[in-house]
């Protein structure tokens, strides 16, 4: 067949469009191709609570007895690949997971997540969400979560970036909470109604989030609550998602990640059933690990291309 050059250089003019959104799309492949590999039980359950209806990906441990509940809140980027990974990966610890996709019904087309057409896209609507309706949202997964017949009674909640930063905020609402676990999130402006431990994870170089961590520990010792932060030295925002991710180039982030992992599984064993009242005083900040390169932030536009995919 022959073609003339017009219709050629149409053509290739239309698959240098389609390249951001493949690239986009195909940033997490070996996420994707893990979960897909997993042996464990995954499902799409509906939440619904007054006139919202929110997609959750749910993940059940290989397990004879009854297990925690554990509410995932996803990063700034959605429920992508990489964070239903983060949940299949709990689950092989032990543990129930339930991932609500917080942009159910906000896509194009009424669909959640995976309907945005961009990162930047996805960044954008996850940063105007409701702080009240994500409450909401959270609600509904830890009300699901606690009735499942597997369910043991304990609850946690772990989040993400700005998942992170809405962990913490849930602890401050949610008082049948066993622990609260903060990855490179921010602390609430008030945490007097905070009744859970709350365990926090952060990069040594992420100065942004940071340089919060302090006044966030005098509040908590203030309010004589029970916050545990550890900084891991030589990585960078988002480790957890950077550190597994085969192109990753810094080996702080890989180093935070495996020591990060560790430390989450261990407190979520040994956490106990809701405390009625948090009366610990808060521990000093520790750290982890040696000074290193500093990774890219989570936020970044150019994660997908240097290692710290979204």
């Known amino acids: 067949m022959k073609l003339t050059t017009l219709p050629l250089l149409k053509l290739f003019a239309a698959s240098l469009l389609t390249l951001p959104a493949a690239a986009s799309l195909h ?179 992420d100065a942004r989030i940071g340089a919060t961590v302090p006044a966030t520990t005098d509040a908590m010792k203030a309010a004589s609550k029970k916050f545990e932060p550890v900084t891991y030295e030589g990585a960078g925002h988002g480790f957890m998602r950077a550190g597994e991710d085969p192109t990753n180039t810094v080996p702080g982030n890989k180093t935070a990640r495996e020591q990060g992992f560790e430390r989450l599984v261990k407190l979520l064993h040994e956490m106990k059933s809701a405390p009625k009242a948090s009366v610990s005083v808060a521990q000093p900040a520790t750290t982890a690990g040696k000074t290193g390169a500093a990774g890219v932030m989570c936020h970044s536009t150019s994660a997908a291309a240097t290692g710290a995919s979204m």
């Open 27 to 205: 940033a997490q492949d070996w996420a994707k191709a893990r979960l897909d590999a997993s042996p464990r039980h995954h499902e799409y359950v509906p939440l619904k609570h007054g006139d919202r209806t929110v997609q959750a990906f749910v993940v059940y441990p290989e397990v004879k007895s009854k297990a925690p509940v554990v509410i995932l809140i996803h990063e700034i980027f959605g429920l992508s690949d990489w964070a239903k990974e983060m949940a299949d990966e709990l689950a092989a610890q032990g543990f129930i997971v339930i991932a609500p996709d917080l942009l159910s019904g906000f896509g194009p087309g009424g669909g959640g997540s995976i309907e945005f057409p961009s990162q930047d896209a996805t960044v954008k609507a996850v940063s105007g969400l409701n702080p009240d309706g994500v409450i909401a949202d959270l609600d509904a997964a830890a009300d699901y979560g606690k009735k499942l017949p597997a369910a043991n009674g304990k609850l946690a909640v772990v989040g993400f970036c700005w998942g992170g930063g809405k962990s913490f905020a849930f602890a401050t609402h949610r008082h049948d909470l066993s622990a609260a676990f903060v990855f490179y999130g921010t602390g609430p402006a008030d945490v007097t109604s905070i009744t859970a431990p709350v365990y926090g994870f952060y990069a040594g170089n």
